[in-house]
């Protein structure tokens, strides 16, 4: 069985600052990772994923993430953090070959941006 | 173009009461999830299906919860009776392919309060 903690349910930065949201997995096979972003009352979009290949996988919006096997982490992080990026951020893994046959998802941070 | 539909965006309703709730994939995809959100327990995978056809429905809570999916543009979910616990913000979400890249595209979600 698969399955996905990340780090902290809150994180809070100020603008202008790193951005890190913290993601470990256990998966039993190579995992395909994935980072979501919610907007309030809005529902899940892609940030990236990372399926195989490089492991430093860019997204949208400034966004990237590593993947590290030995670590089984794939940490997310922005250089500088922007009021627009304020959101709850899912970190997600599959474990059957990148098959659409649903994804576990973590609890959620809620990263909230100082000014 | 259109993205996942869902509807109604927002359902009150008294415990013992049917509720459905409908989803309308993206067009050409063959995959539909149904996911559940709260606080206490996160985004939570019902159920899903592939080519119209219910692959695991072993994340529904209980007989109360059924959900059908009679043609590739339609899926429901449906709760009866429906219980306070039960209130959540409730996903529908579509994929493109199975055993590809794993990528999902939710609809902005259901919330539904059950009094």
């Known amino acids: 069985a698969q399955s996905v903690t990340q780090l902290g349910s809150h994180v809070s930065v100020s603008e202008g600052a790193l951005v890190l949201l913290r993601c470990n997995y256990s998966?039993?096979?190579?995992?395909?990772l994935f980072w979501y972003v919610q907007y309030p009352n809005q529902g899940l979009q892609l940030l990236l994923k990372y399926t195989t290949g490089a492991t430093l996988v860019k997204g949208i919006n400034g966004f990237e993430a590593e993947f590290k096997k030995s670590e089984t982490s794939f940490h997310l992080t922005k250089p500088s953090a922007h009021m627009s990026d304020a959101a709850e951020y899912f970190c997600?893994?599959?474990?059957?070959?990148?098959?659409?046959?649903?994804?576990?998802f973590g609890k959620g941070t809620h990263l909230i941006i100082q000014p | 173009d259109a993205g996942v539909i869902q509807s109604p965006r927002h359902e009150v309703t008294e415990m013992g009461q049917e509720v459905t709730l409908r989803c309308k994939p993206i067009?050409?995809?063959?995959?539909l999830f149904w996911y559940r959100q709260t606080m206490m327990r996160g985004l939570e995978l019902l159920i899903y299906?592939?080519?119209?056809?219910?692959?695991?429905d072993s994340g529904m809570p209980e007989d109360r919860f059924s959900a059908k999916m009679p043609n590739a543009s339609f899926s429901t979910l449906k709760i009866q009776p429906s219980e306070p616990r039960d209130s959540a913000v409730y996903f529908c979400a579509s994929s493109p392919r199975r055993g590809v890249t794993g990528e999902l595209f939710f609809g902005e979600g259901s919330r539904l309060t059950v009094l």
């Open positions: 997600a893994v599959s474990d059957s070959g990148g098959g659409a046959d649903g994804l576990t």
């Open positions: 299906f592939n080519n119209n056809v219910p692959i695991d």
């Open positions: 067009s050409g995809h063959n995959s």
């Open positions: 998966s039993s096979v190579p995992p395909y």
